[in-house]
């Protein structure tokens, strides 16, 4: 937990920012409040790539007071500089071994440390500038946040923009970005660090490369700061909302209202004369079929020119534009748009891939595919709330709504991937996982399970018949993987499943256990809660970390020392010491901790593989 004057430090950069001032002394804070620095250690020191290394051999293993000392006091003296990131290249596409690449840099353990703390402060700045429409690298927002906001607020949209940035992490401008940090911040030593970072440099090959553009995917820096640039983007197109968006409803439909008339008037000829009268009997069965023409038509003109609307919502450099509007409004937005990311942000737009078309026709964001719909039916839609409840009603579908959909080479490179077997074929060619067959059941079916669970929450917000047939793949696929470990058919082992609760039976400690085999029953629920009216929170520290706890002991928990100086020993996965018969290995196994506070002549002996077993020590 932060001490409160690091507390009020930062409440002092959050009110300048609520006050519309410049931000000062973040600097001065980083190199004076200590217990900023073990927050953001204790945030990172879990993360895959903490042990990662860089262009040396310094990762996050070995942290300890000294270690932080030092840091702090290069930033103090200035004498502190970044070094080189690691490049190496990852596939965009993990399924396809000979697809595209894109690079991503590894910093040093005590870079990204640094990077930590700068990120933290830039977020308690700008978190509460960015708009509500940028979903991506922020606290409380995903991919799924985004969609949700089309699915909520898009409803009648016609025409659908799509624009590609090319390389976008590597094409930031710095003299852009220092400027609009510049804007928010009057502090030439902070935004100097900022400097540093961005003109570190790579090293690919073991060459030094200067980089003049771009900020280094896999930094811990890089997310805020490439939203921080697109802020600028999401100004200029909260500017022309506001300058397109035109009238508050539509004009009424004159067909729609002209039928409720008519039907009106013979319900009340009927009321009138009673239902047996000679013509209420003919009115009745015109009113049969006007209302079922009336069910068909929307009740406001769809085209009324007095009602345009523009969208926009973006995760991260991926965004779209909606339109209620005519195709030239449509073409002459994403004009100006594509001008004002080439001119404004000095950015390239890929004419290849971005496109403008009709939504009904379909569009895909974040791996989802969108469409607006029309549905001749009826169906249960909320209508508001009351004494703290939702209200629900019966209404018509006749207005085109958002529908999400799972596109379906997603579905079929996926089970490609995974190995269930071809997905344009049948049951012949779902295939056993030979490679599996020597582990346990219980991991089979846990492996099996991870897969399917992870894509199937991903596409939670569609409906679950698009991965009806992956799932089915998916349970054929892990009985005949266990047929083929035990020598039995996979419809024995359906049976056996099925028989059991759709669940493995095992023994576990001389008890037997069931673990149940995933079902797209089981998905999470696609309804995220969002309430855009709430202030984030700028101070995510509500309690002390367990590890700074520890550190804070002042004792190895290796061999009781009290002298110090200490240092924090890390293993990437547990299992990773699962098997060792040394005893530091057990004691992070009992502990179920990937973390071992050392004496300093204990770490660098269990790195030696020196560090005796002290077991029997009196």
Same mark, same amino acid.
């Given at each position: 937990?932060?001490?409160?004057?690091?507390?009020?430090?930062?409440?002092?950069?959050?009110?300048?920012?609520?006050? $519309?001032?410049?931000?000062?002394?973040?600097?001065?804070?980083?190199?004076?409040?200590?217990?900023?620095?073990?927050?953001?250690?204790?945030?990172?020191?879990?993360?895959?790539?903490?042990?990662?290394?860089?262009?040396?051999?310094?990762?996050?293993?070995?942290?300890?007071?000294?270690?932080?000392?030092?840091?702090?006091?290069?930033?103090?003296?200035?004498?502190?500089? /970044?070094?080189?990131?690691?490049?190496?290249?990852?596939?965009?596409?993990?399924?396809? /071994?000979?697809?595209?690449?894109?690079?991503?840099?590894?910093?040093?353990?005590?870079?990204?440390?640094?990077?930590?703390?700068?990120?933290?402060?830039?977020?308690?700045?700008?978190?509460?500038?960015?708009?509500?429409?940028?979903?991506?690298?922020?606290?409380?927002?995903?991919?799924?946040?985004?969609?949700?906001?089309?699915?909520?607020?898009?409803?009648?949209?016609?025409?659908?923009?799509?624009?590609?940035?090319?390389?976008?992490?590597?094409?930031?401008?710095?003299?852009?970005?220092?400027?609009?940090?510049?804007?928010?911040?009057?502090?030439?030593?902070?935004?100097?660090?900022?400097?540093?970072?961005?003109?570190?440099?790579?090293?690919?090959?073991?060459?030094?490369?200067?980089?003049?553009?771009?900020?280094?995917? $896999?930094?811990?820096?890089?997310?805020?700061?490439?939203?921080?640039?697109?802020?600028?983007?999401?100004?200029?197109?909260?500017?022309?909302?506001?300058?397109?968006?035109?009238?508050?409803?539509?004009?009424?439909?004159?067909?729609?209202?002209?039928?409720?008339?008519?039907?009106?008037?013979?319900?009340?000829?009927?009321?009138?004369?009673?239902?047996?009268?000679?013509?209420?009997?003919?009115?009745?069965?015109?009113?049969?079929?006007?209302?079922?023409?009336?069910?068909?038509?929307?009740?406001?003109?769809?085209?009324?020119?007095?009602?345009?609307?523009?969208?926009?919502?973006?995760?991260?450099?991926?965004?779209?534009?909606?339109?209620?509007?005519?195709?030239?409004?449509?073409?002459?937005?994403?004009?100006?748009?594509?001008?004002?990311?080439?001119?404004?942000?000095?950015?390239?737009?890929?004419?290849?891939?971005?496109?403008?078309?009709?939504?009904?026709?379909?569009?895909?964001?974040?791996?989802?595919?969108?469409?607006?719909?029309?549905?001749?039916?009826?169906?249960?839609?909320?209508?508001?709330?009351?004494?703290?409840?939702?209200?629900?009603?019966?209404?018509?579908?006749?207005?085109?709504?958002?529908?999400?959909?799972?596109?379906?080479?997603?579905?079929?490179?996926?089970?490609?991937?995974?190995?269930?077997?071809?997905?344009?074929?049948?049951?012949?060619?779902?295939?056993?996982?030979?490679?599996?067959?020597?582990?346990?059941? @219980?991991?089979?079916?846990?492996?099996?399970?991870?897969?399917?669970?992870?894509?199937?929450?991903?596409?939670?917000?569609?409906?679950?018949?698009?991965?009806?047939?992956?799932?089915?793949?998916?349970?054929?696929?892990?009985?005949?993987?266990?047929?083929?470990?035990?020598?039995?058919?996979?419809?024995?082992? @359906?049976?056996?499943?099925?028989?059991?609760?759709?669940?493995?039976?095992?023994?576990?400690? $001389?008890?037997?256990?069931?673990?149940?085999?995933?079902?797209?029953?089981?998905?999470?629920?696609?309804?995220?809660?969002?309430?855009?009216?709430?202030?984030?929170?700028?101070?995510?520290?509500?309690?002390?970390?367990?590890?700074?706890?520890?550190?804070?002991?002042?004792?190895?928990?290796?061999?009781?020392?009290?002298?110090?100086?200490?240092?924090?020993?890390?293993?990437?996965?547990?299992?990773?010491?699962?098997?060792?018969?040394?005893?530091?290995?057990?004691?992070?196994?009992?502990?179920?901790?990937?973390?071992?506070?050392?004496?300093?002549?204990?770490?660098?002996?269990?790195?030696?593989?020196?560090?005796?077993?002290?077991?029997?020590?009196?």
């Amino acid at each position: 937990m932060l001490s409160d004057r690091t507390s009020r430090a930062l409440e002092g950069v959050s009110g300048a920012v609520r006050s $519309g001032a410049k931000v000062k002394k973040l600097h001065k804070i980083m190199r004076n409040h200590e217990d900023l620095w073990l927050t953001a250690y204790a945030r990172i020191q879990s993360n895959r790539g903490a042990l990662t290394r860089g262009v040396d051999d310094n990762t996050l293993d070995g942290f300890g007071m000294g270690r932080l000392q030092d840091l702090m006091a290069s930033i103090r003296d200035g004498s502190y500089r /970044p070094k080189p990131v690691r490049r190496m290249y990852i596939l965009k596409d993990p399924k396809n /071994p000979n697809g595209k690449k894109r690079p991503l840099g590894i910093p040093t353990g005590n870079d990204k440390l640094v990077q930590e703390v700068a990120r933290t402060l830039l977020e308690i700045i700008y978190e509460p500038i960015f708009t509500e429409r940028s979903h991506g690298f922020r606290p409380s927002r995903s991919c799924h946040t985004a969609l949700l906001e089309i699915v909520d607020s898009w409803k009648g949209t016609k025409w659908i923009c799509e624009v590609d940035i090319k390389g976008y992490f590597d094409s930031i401008d710095h003299e852009k970005l220092i400027s609009i940090l510049e804007a928010q911040i009057d502090d030439k030593a902070f935004i100097k660090l900022i400097e540093l970072f961005l003109k570190a440099g790579y090293l690919e090959n073991w060459k030094y490369n200067a980089t003049y553009t771009g900020t280094p995917q $896999g930094g811990v820096i890089s997310p805020i700061l490439a939203n921080i640039y697109l802020h600028e983007l999401d100004k200029f197109m909260d500017e022309k909302i506001r300058a397109f968006n035109k009238g508050k409803r539509r004009k009424p439909n004159k067909e729609y209202r002209a039928l409720i008339y008519q039907i009106g008037r013979r319900r009340e000829f009927i009321r009138q004369h009673g239902e047996t009268h000679e013509k209420s009997v003919i009115y009745l069965a015109e009113m049969e079929e006007l209302s079922k023409k009336l069910r068909t038509l929307p009740s406001v003109d769809m085209h009324d020119p007095e009602f345009k609307r523009l969208h926009y919502v973006r995760y991260a450099d991926d965004f779209l534009i909606g339109i209620i509007g005519t195709k030239e409004e449509t073409t002459q937005i994403m004009a100006d748009v594509t001008d004002f990311v080439e001119k404004s942000l000095k950015l390239t737009v890929s004419r290849e891939k971005s496109r403008l078309g009709a939504l009904d026709k379909g569009a895909l964001f974040l791996g989802y595919g969108i469409t607006a719909r029309i549905m001749p039916k009826q169906m249960k839609c909320k209508v508001g709330t009351a004494a703290g409840r939702d209200v629900y009603a019966t209404k018509r579908t006749v207005t085109s709504h958002i529908h999400l959909s799972v596109p379906e080479d997603r579905i079929r490179n996926f089970a490609q991937k995974c190995g269930y077997g071809t997905y344009d074929t049948g049951l012949k060619d779902i295939r056993a996982r030979i490679m599996m067959t020597n582990l346990s059941d @219980f991991e089979i079916v846990s492996k099996f399970n991870s897969e399917l669970r992870g894509f199937a929450n991903y596409y939670s917000l569609a409906p679950k018949y698009y991965l009806n047939k992956l799932e089915w793949m998916a349970h054929i696929s892990l009985y005949k993987t266990l047929g083929r470990k035990h020598g039995e058919t996979w419809a024995k082992w @359906f049976r056996r499943i099925r028989n059991d609760g759709r669940s493995l039976r095992f023994e576990k400690n $001389g008890e037997i256990n069931y673990l149940r085999v995933y079902s797209l029953i089981d998905r999470r629920k696609s309804d995220i809660p969002m309430n855009v009216d709430k202030k984030p929170n700028l101070f995510n520290f509500d309690g002390r970390s367990e590890l700074l706890t520890r550190l804070g002991a002042n004792r190895c928990e290796y061999c009781g020392d009290e002298n110090g100086p200490f240092e924090i020993h890390h293993v990437r996965k547990l299992k990773d010491v699962s098997k060792g018969t040394e005893k530091w290995k057990q004691l992070m196994i009992q502990r179920q901790r990937k973390t071992l506070v050392l004496c300093k002549s204990c770490h660098t002996d269990l790195h030696r593989g020196k560090l005796p077993d002290n077991r029997f020590a009196a």
